[in-house]
């Protein structure tokens, strides 16, 4: 039955994708340029240094779930679900401490928060920094009351510098493919919801399944604490982005699932309060 369905879908798809090949074409097109200009710049380099610096030991100077969240804090996702990912498979990182980290690793980073979507979008750098302020407050909440402490392994490593950097880029090549390929996927569905979506609720339902989408479409007039469910939820690609690392070691999906909806709530609670005490101030 379950194949059946999952053929059906897949027809149901190529048929909608035909009967609106432009519409498709110009969704592809966009995100291809957000990709080129933002997302590959972003992720590459990154996915390529987080790397390094696992294989090479320099994780050791904070502690291994220390310093992996603070690379999720820092880079955004999916790099710091990445680096869970790789903690696990690489035994740095208990199974307990793997799922636990996943639930607050997967953050938008305080450059696309402050620049994009404070400076940018919503003109106002202050709101930005809240945004960032409220997610990282639910992330490190999550952090210190979940992760577990002295529980991590360490890990003799003797790999040479120059036998890292280029098992990185070949490994960074293939992981932002896929990236970039969950990102056109998700920014074609994002774009049709926010096409059909009431003007009222667009950004929220771009945001749903793809958040720069929904970041985009972020108007003076939304309600805070939908741009904080937004941020803090992230949307549905981040979620297939970061489900792909973790299918592959071997975790379970739970805890990042759980995590983000956490983030979504709390983030937007924590913004609407901030802007509504400015607001009282004004």
């Known amino acids: 039955m379950l194949s059946k369905l999952k053929a059906a879908g897949t027809l149901i798809v190529t048929v909608l994708l035909i009967l609106f090949s432009k519409f498709t074409r110009r969704s592809i097109l966009a995100t291809l340029g957000l990709c080129a200009e933002v997302l590959i710049p972003s992720l590459f380099p990154f996915f390529v240094l987080s790397g390094v610096i696992a294989d090479i030991g320099l994780d050791a100077l904070f502690g291994v779930s220390r310093g992996i969240f603070l690379l999720g804090t820092v880079c955004g996702y999916p790099l710091g679900t990445r680096a869970v990912c790789d903690g696990f498979q690489t035994g740095r990182l208990s199974r307990k401490e793997a799922c636990r980290l996943l639930a607050c690793t997967a ?95 667009k950004a929220a339902a771009a945001g749903f399944w793809e958040i720069t989408h929904g970041v985009a479409l972020i108007t003076p007039s939304l309600p805070p604490a939908v741009v904080g469910a937004v941020i803090g939820g992230s949307g549905l690609c981040v979620w297939a982005q970061c489900l792909y690392f973790i299918r592959g070691a071997g ?8 995590g983000k909806t956490i983030s979504a709530v709390g983030v937007a609670l924590l913004y609407g309060l901030y802007c509504h005490l400015t607001n009282l101030h004004r």
């Not at 953050?107 to 709101?127: C, E, H, W």
């Not at 999550?142 to 280029?166: H, N």
């Not at 992981?175 to 074609?188: D, L, N, S, W, Y």
């Not at 975790?251 to 759980?258: G, M, N, T, Y």
């Open 107 to 201: 953050n938008a980073s305080p450059a696309f928060l402050i620049i994009a979507v404070g400076q940018t979008i919503l003109r106002d750098t202050a709101k930005g920094i809240a945004l960032f302020a409220a997610q990282f407050a639910v992330s490190l909440t999550i952090f210190l009351l979940f992760v577990p402490k002295g529980q991590t392994r360490s890990v003799c490593r003797s790999v040479a510098l120059t036998d890292a950097l280029m098992r990185n880029i070949r490994a960074a090549v293939s992981q932002t493919g896929v990236v970039v390929a969950i990102t056109i996927c998700f920014g074609i569905i994002a774009d049709a919801a926010s096409y059909w979506a009431p003007a009222g609720i």
């Open 251 to 258: 975790l379970p999906a739970r805890p990042l699932v759980i």
